[in-house]
């Protein structure tokens, strides 16, 4: 007589453990996208295609976090998690590389933003591989057998050593591409030498002055003409030109200078304090114009004839 093939199934884990991860990963995930959402309504709203990806993300992440959340699903616990490293990859590759034109510097909400998703991950890979609750065992080949089989997850040990591993890779992938970026090395090189001669280009029908190395100059809406409004982050995505400055052939207007609050000075033109823009990848692009970013609007410095 033959005997039923019967797969046991594992003893799930302590609740208290469950609810734990589940309240933190959710959390994690939650908070990473209040992160995104801030970034979104204070200026990257503005940012052509990374404004959408921002919305998509703040979305999708409330979205995943309110599901683990209310219902512990694994498979809920398991979109999360690969969402939260899909997040963070594409970080990485906007820093080192750049995306859609815009490439981001090192700041303070990026950083924070990286280590939540990183832990979120972490916490919802492992709620998504634990065993579920106790169940009966099931014979082979009955409806319910490959899921009660399911139900099993993975064993706590080989849970935790592979989150383990691949957090530690993130982490470093991570700390490897923001010592690279710097805060404000990440962008093209665009503080103009003190003394050098501005240009001017021609970008999109408009005449724009550019510094010696022709990277478009911009003017930020909340400066006056002796006070840069500009600092922190800000001074990250939005470089200070050094002056004094020089008016490059075919260049007219009136020059200074003003002194900011860490002691260096800062070239002006017609009365505006000049910055080049971290997303300018090459001479030739103007992407910082009329974004609202970082506090008010930016626009690009129209040469005067």
């Given at each position: 007589m033959m005997t039923a093939d019967v797969t046991n199934i594992e003893t799930g884990p302590r609740p208290e453990l469950r609810l734990v991860l589940r309240v933190a990963g959710a959390g994690l995930l939650i908070a990473s996208a209040a992160i995104h959402l801030d970034l979104y309504l204070t200026g990257y709203r503005t940012i052509?295609?990374?404004?959408?990806?921002?919305?998509?993300?703040?979305?999708?992440?409330?979205?995943?976090?309110?599901?683990?959340?209310?219902?512990?699903?694994?498979?809920?616990?398991?979109?999360?998690a690969l969402f939260a490293l899909s997040t963070l990859g594409g970080y990485l590759i906007t820093v080192q590389f750049g995306l859609f034109g815009f490439r981001e510097v090192r700041t303070t909400a990026g950083i924070v933003?990286?280590?939540?998703?990183?832990?979120?991950?972490?916490?919802?890979?492992?709620?998504?591989?634990?065993?579920?609750?106790?169940?009966?065992?099931?014979?082979?080949?009955?409806?319910?057998?490959?899921?009660?089989?399911?139900?099993?997850g993975v064993s706590g040990l080989q849970a935790w050593v592979a989150v383990a591993a691949i957090s530690v890779v993130a982490l470093g992938l991570t700390a490897g591409a923001l010592a690279g970026a710097g805060s404000g090395a990440a962008s093209p090189p665009s503080a103009t030498a003190s003394g050098a001669q501005l240009k001017t280009a021609t970008i999109g029908g408009t005449t724009v002055l550019t510094n010696a190395a022709g990277r478009t100059l911009y003017w930020f809406a909340p400066d006056t003409s002796t006070k840069s409004a500009c600092y922190g982050e800000c001074a990250s995505y939005w470089p200070p030109v050094t002056g004094p400055l020089k008016a490059g052939p075919g260049v007219h207007g009136t020059f200074g200078t003003i002194q900011r609050t860490d002691g260096s000075t800062q070239g002006t033109y017609n009365g505006h304090p000049l910055y080049t823009y971290a997303g300018d990848s090459a001479p030739g692009q103007a992407n910082g114009n009329n974004l609202n970013l970082n506090g008010g609007l930016w626009h690009e410095v129209v040469a005067t004839g």
């Amino acid at each position: 007589m033959m005997t039923a093939d019967v797969t046991n199934i594992e003893t799930g884990p302590r609740p208290e453990l469950r609810l734990v991860l589940r309240v933190a990963g959710a959390g994690l995930l939650i908070a990473s996208a209040a992160i995104h959402l801030d970034l979104y309504l204070t200026g990257y709203r503005t940012i052509p295609t990374i404004g959408p990806l921002f919305l998509f993300q703040v979305i999708v992440a409330f979205a995943l976090g309110g599901l683990v959340l209310a219902t512990g699903w694994r498979l809920a616990a398991a979109a999360g998690a690969l969402f939260a490293l899909s997040t963070l990859g594409g970080y990485l590759i906007t820093v080192q590389f750049g995306l859609f034109g815009f490439r981001e510097v090192r700041t303070t909400a990026g950083i924070v933003a990286a280590i939540l998703e990183v832990l979120a991950f972490a916490a919802l890979t492992v709620l998504a591989a634990l065993p579920g609750r106790r169940g009966a065992a099931m014979p082979r080949g009955t409806p319910d057998w490959l899921s009660s089989r399911a139900n099993t997850g993975v064993s706590g040990l080989q849970a935790w050593v592979a989150v383990a591993a691949i957090s530690v890779v993130a982490l470093g992938l991570t700390a490897g591409a923001l010592a690279g970026a710097g805060s404000g090395a990440a962008s093209p090189p665009s503080a103009t030498a003190s003394g050098a001669q501005l240009k001017t280009a021609t970008i999109g029908g408009t005449t724009v002055l550019t510094n010696a190395a022709g990277r478009t100059l911009y003017w930020f809406a909340p400066d006056t003409s002796t006070k840069s409004a500009c600092y922190g982050e800000c001074a990250s995505y939005w470089p200070p030109v050094t002056g004094p400055l020089k008016a490059g052939p075919g260049v007219h207007g009136t020059f200074g200078t003003i002194q900011r609050t860490d002691g260096s000075t800062q070239g002006t033109y017609n009365g505006h304090p000049l910055y080049t823009y971290a997303g300018d990848s090459a001479p030739g692009q103007a992407n910082g114009n009329n974004l609202n970013l970082n506090g008010g609007l930016w626009h690009e410095v129209v040469a005067t004839g």
